[in-house]
Nanobody, 124 residues
Framework: QVQLVESGGGLVQAGGSLRLSCAAS????????LGWFRQAPGKEREFVGR???????YYADSVKGRFTISRDNAKNTVFLQMNSLKSEDTAVYYC??????????????????WGQGTQVTVSS
């Protein structure tokens, strides 16, 4: 059974940084794509970014240049480094795992497994 567990969320001031981790178990992630999504109160879950098995990344315009996704296949873990945080980044952040395929990076249908989420709160 595949499980994803996010960690590293918390409260940070605007302009600060956080690093989220997503540890996978039950399957090696080396051949999978890993995505990060977020959901703010009263809003739809939205795409943040994705890393392919090749290591190539793709980001939403709202986080481009501030957030960086990386992966450590040996540790079966993916990371989301978030810099220059803004109050609008406040949300529950979810990691997701899926097979590389025909779905676009930001299409939730392309992800088969999801973590439980970790809260990120940015105070202004």
């Amino acid at each position: 059974q595949v499980q994803l567990v996010e960690s590293g969320g918390g409260l940070v001031q605007a302009g600060g940084s956080l690093r989220l981790s997503c540890a996978a178990s039950g399957r090696a992630i080396s051949n999978d794509k890993l995505g990060w999504f977020r959901q703010a109160p009263g809003k739809e879950r939205e795409f943040v970014g994705r890393i392919r098995r090749s290591g190539s990344t793709y980001y939403a315009d709202s986080v481009k240049g501030r957030f960086t996704i990386s992966r450590d296949n040996a540790k079966n873990t993916v990371f989301l480094q978030m810099n220059s945080l803004k109050s609008e980044d406040t949300a529950v952040y979810y990691c997701a795992l899926g097979r590389s395929g025909s779905y676009a990076a930001d299409d939730r249908r392309g992800y088969d497994y999801w973590g439980q989420g970790t809260q990120v709160t940015v105070s202004s």
